[in-house]
């Protein structure tokens, strides 16, 4: 069945510090994939997302690129601020075969000043 | 803010009791999901709903059910509560199937 395999976590990283958290996914055809940000306390809000194969998702300075060929949506930044300090999830979504996000477990990310 | 209305936010009570989430969807919006976020066991979808017909169902017990009325809204009902239900509930919602979901802050059941 479909997944998503998201770096185990905590991350710590200094401010101004270059953000990679790896994704992978497992999945037939060609599914829709998201990278979800939550605050402490919220919700979660959509960061970004791609629709289909070596499209680039951006977003407030986070990028992930869809690449096929390795099934992953690595989500990167290139300078971290205490802001970020959240927990974010990857997520993939099959748009013409089925109603389900399959979501990672989600990484907590510490930024600290 | 995402527009995704829950109610309550915080809920307290005990084991074999029930309890009713709600959500209002984002105006326009004809889908609604639920999840459920535990520490254990990460965020799970739980069901959605599609202008009032159940669209797909995921790791759902039958102790819960759900339901969407037709001005959209959704209920989230549990019942026989165990201590391991407590959690994070959240509903999201889209305007059709598989677009971007928009997620409401949650309602955080606690079962004493």
């Known amino acids: 069945g479909d997944s998503v395999t998201q770096m185990e976590g905590p991350v710590t990283l200094s401010e101004e510090a270059f953000l990679t958290i790896n994704c992978t996914y497992t999945?037939?055809?060609?599914?829709?994939l998201f990278w979800y940000v939550q605050y402490p306390g919220e919700g979660l809000q959509l960061l970004l997302k791609?629709?289909?194969?070596?499209d680039k998702g951006s977003n407030k300075g986070f990028e992930a690129t869809y690449r096929k060929e390795t099934t992953s949506f690595h989500l990167e930044k290139g300078s971290v601020q205490v802001s970020d300090s959240a927990v974010y999830f990857c997520a993939l979504i099959q748009p013409y075969t089925g109603n389900q996000f399959y979501f990672g477990t989600g990484t907590s990310l510490t930024v600290i000043p | 803010d995402s527009g995704v209305t829950q109610t309550p936010k915080h809920l307290i009570t005990a084991t074999g009791q029930r309890v009713t989430l709600r959500c209002s969807p984002r105006s326009g919006d004809l889908s609604v999901y639920w999840y459920q976020q535990s520490l254990d066991q990460g965020l799970q979808f739980l069901i959605q709903y599609y202008n009032g017909e159940e669209r797909a169902k995921g790791n759902i017990l039958e102790r819960f059910s759900a339901q969407q009325f037709p001005d959209l809204h959704s209920e989230l009902n549990l019942s026989s509560l165990e201590l391991g239900d407590s959690a994070l509930y959240f509903c999201?919602?889209?305007?059709?199937?598989?677009?971007?979901?928009?997620f409401g802050d949650g309602t955080r059941l606690s079962i004493l």
């Open positions: 999201a919602s889209s305007r059709l199937d598989s677009q971007p979901q928009h």
């Open positions: 999945a037939t055809g060609y599914p829709s």
């Open positions: 791609a629709t289909k194969a070596d």
